[in-house]
């Protein structure tokens, strides 16, 4: 049984420190159209790392978080929200320069043909600068989660090296989503670059396949071979290294050279988005608890399943005992795909 709860230190405050993306989620509320015939939308908070830390809020984990916020209305609705799912906001700064939110709006043509419009011009969250990023959260959480978004633009790119170097001197491990989205970087190059220098940094790395093959841009895998993805995280440093592969589920590699997986979990699917946020906020929690590695996975895979079975990702984040309650009514056959 392979568990990693002796990577986090103990007799800290927080269990999680996260640092990225702060957004409006704009969700369809007219199901099955394409966004060009979609009329009415309803708003949720947003960001790869905004849904896991209240992931891990709703499960009991004690979080924080690093960013920055517009100052308006959309700024204003996020803080509040924080602050009522038990959110440590003391990292989160205002811009004074007239940055915007960012603005996701989701088309959900079907439950497996969904895409999202982003409106990502002077957005506030990546005004983050580096004199900001508060050293005292870092040094007194469990856990650093880095979202690879937060690498998009100057000042945050900077802002993420300074969280790093704090993380590596009080010994907090770091765990890096790399939330790869397009539109949000100049080049695929720039991309692969950067994330490449925060992966060689971190001690758990999660993503698609498609997110570490753009990490490895300029590699030798042709064959997109996950052991190989693998075998090269660990020689620079990883402790975990987990892959998803969408409904074929995800595997997790450590450095003992096992390969781990678990059972999926069935879903009467709304939407895609949401399920990677989900899951990495019920797998954190997992290894936190000092569950084996199958273990937290399955749970994470569990709570990815109640997200996309709901119309919204923030709000649809699950507790602990709906998570177990859902694992037990799949086994039982209460639950199937839909």
Same mark, same amino acid.
């Given at each position: 049984?392979?568990?990693?709860?002796?990577?986090?230190?103990?007799?800290?405050?927080?269990?999680?420190?996260?640092?990225?993306?702060?957004?409006?989620?704009?969700?369809?509320?007219?199901?099955?159209?394409?966004?060009?015939?979609?009329?009415?939308?309803?708003?949720?908070?947003?960001? !790869?790392?905004?849904?896991?830390?209240?992931?891990?809020?709703?499960?009991?984990?004690?979080?924080?978080?690093?960013?920055?916020?517009?100052? *308006?209305?959309?700024?204003?609705?996020?803080?509040?929200?924080?602050?009522?799912?038990?959110?440590?906001?003391?990292?989160?700064?205002?811009?004074?320069?007239?940055?915007?939110?960012?603005?996701?709006?989701?088309?959900?043509?079907?439950?497996?043909?969904? $895409?999202?419009?982003?409106?990502?011009?002077?957005?506030?969250?990546?005004?983050?600068?580096?004199?900001?990023?508060?050293?005292?959260?870092?040094?007194?959480?469990?856990?650093?989660?880095?979202?690879?978004?937060?690498?998009?633009?100057?000042?945050?790119?900077?802002?993420?090296?300074?969280?790093?170097?704090?993380?590596?001197?009080?010994?907090?491990?770091?765990?890096? *989503?790399?939330?790869?989205?397009?539109?949000?970087?100049?080049?695929?190059?720039?991309?692969?670059?950067?994330?490449?220098?925060?992966?060689?940094?971190?001690?758990?790395?999660?993503?698609?396949?498609?997110?570490?093959?753009?990490?490895?841009?300029?590699?030798?895998?042709?064959?997109? !071979? *996950?052991?190989?993805?693998?075998?090269?995280?660990?020689?620079?440093?990883?402790?975990?290294?987990?892959?998803?592969?969408?409904?074929? +589920? $995800?595997?997790?590699?450590?450095?003992?050279?096992?390969?781990?997986?678990?059972? !999926?979990?069935?879903?009467?699917?709304?939407?895609?988005?949401?399920?990677?946020?989900?899951?990495?906020? +019920?797998?954190?929690?997992?290894?936190?608890?000092?569950?084996?590695?199958?273990?937290?996975?399955?749970? +994470? +895979?569990?709570?990815?399943?109640?997200?996309?079975? $709901?119309?919204?990702?923030?709000?649809?984040?699950?507790?602990?005992?709906?998570?177990?309650?859902?694992?037990?009514?799949?086994?039982?056959?209460?639950?199937?795909?839909?």
């Amino acid at each position: 049984m392979t568990t990693l709860v002796s990577l986090f230190p103990e007799n800290r405050r927080f269990d999680l420190t996260a640092l990225g993306r702060l957004c409006i989620d704009l969700n369809a509320n007219e199901i099955n159209r394409p966004m060009e015939e979609t009329v009415t939308f309803t708003k949720y908070v947003g960001g !790869s790392p905004a849904n896991i830390a209240i992931g891990m809020s709703r499960l009991g984990r004690r979080v924080a978080f690093i960013g920055k916020l517009a100052d *308006d209305q959309m700024g204003r609705f996020i803080r509040t929200y924080l602050r009522e799912n038990g959110i440590d906001d003391s990292g989160v700064s205002t811009d004074d320069t007239g940055a915007v939110t960012g603005l996701a709006f989701t088309e959900i043509k079907s439950p497996t043909d969904c $895409s999202i419009l982003m409106y990502r011009d002077n957005v506030a969250d990546l005004k983050l600068g580096p004199l900001e990023v508060s050293e005292s959260l870092i040094a007194d959480s469990k856990a650093l989660l880095i979202s690879g978004t937060a690498l998009a633009a100057s000042p945050s790119r900077e802002a993420v090296f300074v969280a790093l170097e704090y993380a590596r001197a009080y010994g907090t491990p770091v765990a890096f *989503d790399i939330d790869y989205r397009p539109y949000t970087w100049k080049s695929p190059e720039e991309t692969a670059v950067y994330c490449h220098l925060v992966a060689e940094k971190s001690d758990i790395i999660l993503g698609t396949r498609e997110e570490f093959d753009s990490m490895e841009r300029f590699e030798q895998n042709s064959d997109r !071979s *996950d052991r190989y993805t693998a075998a090269k995280w660990f020689d620079r440093g990883a402790k975990l290294v987990v892959i998803k592969h969408g409904k074929e +589920g $995800s595997i997790a590699y450590t450095e003992d050279g096992l390969e781990h997986r678990a059972p !999926s979990y069935p879903a009467k699917v709304i939407k895609t988005f949401g399920a990677g946020d989900a899951y990495a906020s +019920g797998f954190l929690h997992g290894l936190m608890s000092g569950w084996d590695v199958a273990r937290s996975m399955a749970f +994470g +895979g569990a709570a990815a399943s109640i997200v996309i079975s $709901s119309h919204s990702c923030s709000d649809a984040m699950p507790t602990a005992k709906a998570v177990e309650d859902y694992i037990q009514r799949c086994e039982r056959g209460e639950i199937t795909a839909g």
